[in-house]
């Protein structure tokens, strides 16, 4: 049985895999695209490659991206969604690139205040964290559902998340600065994850995400 009095479980926080905007470059949030042929081909031989660890238990973002990349992952595993995960809202600044945005004095201003100014017609970095703290709050209390009376000597969860929420997660549960956690499409990192079994949103400071590798 794992550490009851801690509460412990392996996470892996993986990235989707590449679109076309992202190779372009471009901020995807809201725009539901899904994975490119490139992006497929690429998990599929990290997959065949084991660089992904087995998970017992899987949770996703509602966004094509993501569920796509489950579904490439993880075929035998079905995914639990979590709405709270949905990538950050660029607002005015959604799918454009830098090229298309240099000039833009309200994306240099943003660019100024290193990432802290919320996306005109956007949402503020602030606000997305909490949001996507509230998701993994939701996972958990999922999750204590899914293993109450579970006997294994370890738990194991996956996530197939953004690059965006990875961040927010780890700078919210791991105290890493948030720019810091930036990963590629289709990586990620494997995580202990401990006093995750909470019911309360006011007891989100108990928990801790500590990184153990890269994905």
Same mark, same amino acid.
């Given at each position: ?16 895999? +590449? ?60 995914? !639990? ?17 830098? +090229?298309?945005?240099?000039?833009? &004095?309200?994306?240099? @201003? ?15 970095? +602030? ?19 899914? !293993? ?35 990963? @590629? ?7 202990? /994850? ?5 019911? /309360?949103?006011?007891?989100?400071? &108990?928990?801790?995400?500590? !990184?153990?590798?890269?994905?």
């Amino acid at each position: 049985m794992w550490n009851r009095a801690k509460d412990q479980m392996t996470l892996a926080l993986i990235r989707h895999g +590449e679109t076309e905007a992202n190779r372009e470059r471009r901020y995807l949030g809201k725009t539901d695209e899904g994975l490119s042929k490139r992006g497929r081909r690429l998990l599929l031989s990290q997959r065949e490659h084991y660089i992904y660890p087995s998970v017992a238990y899987l949770f996703c973002s509602p966004m094509r991206r993501c569920r796509e990349t489950a579904e490439i992952l993880y075929p035998e595993r079905k995914p !639990v969604i979590i709405p709270e995960w949905e990538e950050i809202h660029f607002g005015e600044f959604e799918y454009k690139n830098y +090229e298309e945005l240099k000039g833009d &004095k309200r994306y240099q @201003a943003w660019i100024d205040s290193g990432g802290a100014l919320a996306f005109p017609g956007g949402e503020s970095r +602030e606000s997305f964290v909490l949001r996507c703290g509230e998701g993994f709050l939701r996972m958990c209390k999922i999750l204590s559902r899914m !293993v109450d009376g579970d006997e294994e000597d370890s738990l194991s969860v996956g996530a197939i998340l953004h690059g965006g929420t990875i961040m927010a997660l780890l700078s919210l549960y791991g105290g890493i600065p948030y720019f810091a956690c930036q990963t @590629a499409c289709g990586n990620g990192y494997l995580c202990r /994850a401990e006093r995750w079994r909470l019911v /309360a949103l006011e007891e989100r400071e &108990k928990v801790k995400i500590e !990184v153990m590798r890269k994905i």
